[in-house]
């Protein structure tokens, strides 16, 4: 089973949302904030309605406590963001699923930046490597140290890896510019890799850090 | 005198752009790829137009090449991004300025990112406190260790603090959510802050790490 998260950002079409979301097996649905009202004008189930509706119009909100099987109303002024919020509920309700985040980019980048440092948070570190950042032309996953076999989607020409942290003995194999245990000091950005091949997986390893990999293609 | 540097990202528009240089005193611009496009469309001089032109129509290149005081191609296939370039070739012929970077948000997050990420650059260390990226939503700047003012732009309602590194010590006062020598042992971003009046500074300061501070609004 698989938890979608929608929230805020801009860069966000529903119709990518519903192709994206109709290949998912079984889905629970949680909207953040304005991504309730993205949930509920495509029709969907809502299983958690979360955020402090600041900009959310009245009727929205009352649709959504309406249908919501749950509804949480935060406050303004607070220390987590809606998005912390939104997945610490999860956490508690549906601790060992996958969780897909739309509506994640885009718009304001101190908001987008802030998503992207939930990746930092030491509450998190077991839960990353479930948690998929998705755009409209990006597709994003966390890594913590180890091997991994990562896959090729269709229709993305791009593979970039983003180092969170310094990054110890990367490897890189199966793509255009392999990698052989090199160190990096300092967070770096590899970007526009490409799979050598769009049906061959590739393999990434690294012994320290915490890295982004990052799937995307130049916008239509 | 002020370098300003067009690149290819989508948060850009040529009117708010334009507004926003009319204010400089004295300006060269640097046209990035595609941000030469933009530049030629905007009718300003070009003091160097940089790029591999990839994705740039040829007559966008004669062109370029035709007015621009320098024109660099780079090969398609590098380990220096296009920006990291362009950087490079205004430390070598105006290392003193102000840099200011439009086009520079939006779209693929990883060329976004790999912008950001300019920032953990060794060589860039000591020019980081003279380079602003703008977006239409968002003003970022990049701080060392060290005390700042920081003077409230007039129409951003928001002003956030994002680590890239572990921060000590920081302190920040005049908003309305003060901090006095806090330490994060990790990125932390600290979003949606306020100044507490719009003719009055804020007041920064760490002792350690590496910091950004966006101000932003939320889009019209």
């Known amino acids: 089973m698989t938890v979608v998260f929608v929230a805020t950002g801009p860069d966000y079409d529903q119709d990518h949302f519903l192709a994206e979301v109709a290949g998912l097996d079984q889905a629970v649905f949680i909207g953040i904030d304005r ?4 949930l509920l004008e495509a029709g969907l189930p809502i299983e958690l309605a979360i955020g402090d509706y600041d900009s959310v119009p009245l009727a929205v909100q009352w649709q959504a406590e309406a249908v919501a099987q749950h509804f949480i109303r935060l406050a303004t002024d607070k220390d987590q963001t809606d998005t912390e919020a939104a997945i610490e509920w999860a956490l508690n309700h549906y601790p060992d699923q996958a ?18 440092w939930l990746a930092y948070q030491p509450q998190l570190q077991d ?3 479930d948690m998929t950042f998705i755009g409209l032309s990006n597709r994003l996953k966390f890594y913590r140290p180890g091997t991994y076999q990562i896959s090729p989607l269709p229709d993305y020409d791009y593979l970039s890896f983003i180092g969170l942290t310094s990054i110890k003995n990367l490897t890189l194999t199966g793509v255009k510019y392999e990698l052989d245990q090199v160190d990096y000091p300092y967070p770096i950005a590899l970007v526009s890799n490409e799979f050598i091949s769009s049906d061959q997986d590739m393999r990434l390893s690294f012994s320290h850090g915490l890295l982004m990999a990052i799937q995307s293609r130049d916008a239509g």
Chains 1, 2 share one sequence.
């Open 35 to 38: 991504g309730v009202s993205r």
């Open 99 to 116: 969780y897909y985040f739309y509506g994640i980019f885009g718009g304001r980048i101190d908001h987008e930046l802030s998503n992207l």
């Open 127 to 129: 839960k990353l490597i």
